[in-house]
């Protein structure tokens, strides 16, 4: 069996560059990439400045005649392209923004379907392999808050990506600690294999059958059980166990760190560490560390950030007098009980409190819990909030800020994206 070499990628809403950062640890180059907002852009332009930038609303930036005129002579022709990935934004579909209350339904909100958009860019591209990836909570959105089935959002996506000619589609459940994450992300994806390349290629199909449609009909379906490592074209896992925090982070553990003065003070200790600072060089006396400022609590949230850690509890545990309404901030533990870590990287960090200081994680913490390595580096503001980070979909304002710790939030985990990049290359290898 031959190997091919130099396999290209192109990342639609592609955020800071998570996806392709694992991706790129698998041995694909990105080519281009689209992403609307100009922080995210920034960040994954900084990163991979190779990679040629189509930076806006992607029904613009990407139509089909700039798709003819300016990217498919870059990708060498129709077909040509080995892979294209994207996540769509998920807001309208993730637990943390239904929580926020906008009184706004899913199916009035634009960007619900972005997919369509992606859709159309395979139409076009026609890539080997296409990946789309999005949250656990398309399998349970719906297009009312009324009158409306459970799961619905997530049977109108599956329908249309199956509609696409010529490929092999298959969806799964996959969690980020099954890769070796120190973190619960559960994503939800779609991969499609075009039939000239599945046909050259021999594949494990024994959990999951892509004619199937059994899963799909009716309402009441408990999709995330269903879909759950199903295996088949995608990896269960890379059988790395993922690191206690501590051990993930606790070279990170300071105080002092400057902005004009961005240097490690500690040796890297754990297998981990030493893998997310990799790319610094030998002598970890020069290693540089961006993004480690930590904020500036209040002394009444510094007391209960310190009740949270003595109790090693919750904030809804705490005395009254403590407690705020964010009722949903946990404490994070040394270890986790048992391998699977307790805790999911949002868009804030403030739902949680560091294991031994009595604060909140810096925007560096947040990555490495996200297993971007320390030489990945973000542009924009390093936090916002209210309406700024959330639109205002009531007044019809959906755009979004994109700060440091949102771009962390919305990116697919390095480690997870390159074991999939890994059976993406090893589907794209034959004679």
């Known amino acids: 069996m031959g190997e091919r070499r130099n396999l290209t990628s192109v990342d639609l809403f592609a955020g800071c560059g998570g996806l392709t950062r694992g991706l790129e640890g698998a041995g694909f180059r990105c080519v281009a990439f689209n992403e609307v907002n100009v922080n995210a852009a920034a960040s994954f332009r900084a990163n991979f400045p190779d990679a040629i930038p189509f930076v806006g609303n992607i029904v613009d930036v990407l139509s089909n005649d700039i798709i003819k005129k300016e990217l498919l002579p870059i990708l060498g022709g129709i077909g040509k392209l080995d892979l294209l990935c994207g996540g769509p934004p998920c807001q309208e579909y993730s637990r943390s923004q239904v929580r926020r209350s906008q009184k706004v339904e899913t199916k009035d909100i634009p960007t619900s379907y972005l997919f369509q958009e992606m859709i159309r860019v395979i139409n076009i591209l026609q890539p080997k392999v296409f990946l789309f990836e999005n949250v656990e909570g398309l399998l349970t959105a719906k297009w009312k808050k009324k009158k409306a089935r459970k799961g619905e959002v997530f049977r109108r996506v599956w329908k249309e990506f199956e509609s696409i000619e010529g490929y092999k589609i298959q969806p799964t459940l996959l969690h980020a600690y099954n890769f070796g994450v120190p973190q619960n992300r559960p994503r939800v994806m779609i991969m499609g294999v075009r039939h000239d390349v599945y046909s050259k290629g021999e594949f494990d199909m024994i959990k999951f059958n892509p004619r199937q449609k059994k899963f799909f009909q009716g309402g009441k379906s408990n999709y995330s059980g269903e879909l759950r490592n199903n295996g088949g074209l995608f990896p269960i896992g890379n059988g790395l166990i993922p690191p206690d925090i501590i051990d993930a982070i606790d070279d990170l553990n300071f105080q002092g760190w400057i902005e004009e003065k961005p240097r490690h003070r500690k040796k890297p200790k754990t297998e981990y560490q030493k893998q997310m600072r990799a790319m610094l060089g030998d002598n970890w006396r020069k290693h540089l560390l961006t993004d480690h400022e930590f904020s500036n609590h209040r002394p009444s949230t510094e007391e209960r950030f310190q009740f949270m850690i003595d109790n090693q509890c919750n904030m809804k545990d705490c005395p009254e007098h403590l407690r705020t309404k964010k009722n949903n901030q946990s404490f994070t533990p040394r ?35 996200q297993t971007l390595p320390d030489h990945h580096v973000f542009l924009g503001p390093r936090t916002t909030g209210g309406d700024r980070r959330a639109g205002k979909p009531s007044e019809g304002i959906f755009e979004r800020e994109c700060p440091k710790y949102t771009q962390i939030g919305n990116a697919v985990p390095p480690f997870m994206a390159k074991s999939i990049g890994e059976r993406i290359k090893s589907i794209l290898t034959y004679e």
């Open 335 to 369: 270890r986790w009980k048992g391998n699977n870590p307790t805790m999911t990287c949002q868009s804030i960090p403030d739902d949680y409190v560091h294991y031994s200081v009595p604060r909140t994680y810096s925007v560096r913490e947040w990555a490495r819990l």
